[in-house]
């Protein structure tokens, strides 16, 4: 039996994660990296950039 759920959106979710992961990898092969390493240095980045914004917001209540 066919399913009357449209699959059009599983589609371009799967189309999505392979634009995704082919991004990632020509980012990570401009740095030299292996996609692990790129991904390594992707989540220190955003744990290092969510810091800053934490510590910004921290500033600007106590300025108030």
Do not use: H, P
Request: glycine letters at 2%.
């Amino acid at each position: 039996e066919i399913s009357t759920r449209d699959w059009s959106s599983d589609v371009c979710s799967s189309d999505l994660k392979k634009a995704k992961i082919d991004k990632i990898e020509s980012l990570a092969q401009q740095k030299g990296m292996t996609k692990t390493e790129f991904a390594q240095y992707a989540i220190e980045l955003a744990l290092k950039l969510e810091s800053e914004k934490e510590q910004s917001n921290a500033k600007n209540k106590n300025n108030k």
